[in-house]
Nanobody, 119 residues
Framework: EVQLVESGGGLVQAGGSLRLSCAASGFTFDDYAIGWFRQAPGKEREGVSCIRSSDGSTYYADGVKGRFTISRDSAKNNVRNTVYLQMTSLKPEDTAVYYC????????WGQGTQVTVSS
């Protein structure tokens, strides 16, 4: 069974930090790019960052460059792999539900975790 389980969201003041985790299982991790998307109320879902599991290459949306860092922790037997999104210098406009996505031969989504940044 494929699972993407996000955690680490919460309420933080502007300027603060959070680290999101996405625990992935049930598929060949190295064959997928793992990304973070977010959706704020009344807005479309947007890409935030992604990492290619095969070579570790990364991508960041312009609005988060220099503030967010994506990384991965691969389990040796691919039973449980985790992708992290370290978010610093958070702004109220970062408030959204953050979703983990695995993009490869198929497309998988997690259930989302709420991030709220107060001003």
């Amino acid at each position: 069974e494929v699972q993407l389980v996000e955690s680490g969201g919460g309420l933080v003041q502007a300027g603060g930090s959070l680290r999101l985790s996405c625990a992935a299982s049930g598929f060949t991790f190295d064959d997928y790019a793992i990304g973070w998307f977010r959706q704020a109320p009344g807005k479309e879902r947007e890409g935030v960052s992604c990492i290619r599991s095969s070579d570790g290459s990364t991508y960041y949306a312009d609005g988060v460059k220099g503030r967010f860092t994506i990384s991965r922790d691969s389990a040796k037997n691919n039973v449980r792999n985790t992708v992290y999104l370290q978010m610093t210098s958070l702004k109220p406009e970062d408030t959204a539900v953050y979703y983990c996505n695995a993009d490869g031969s198929r497309d998988y989504w997690g259930q989302g975790t709420q991030v709220t940044v107060s001003s």
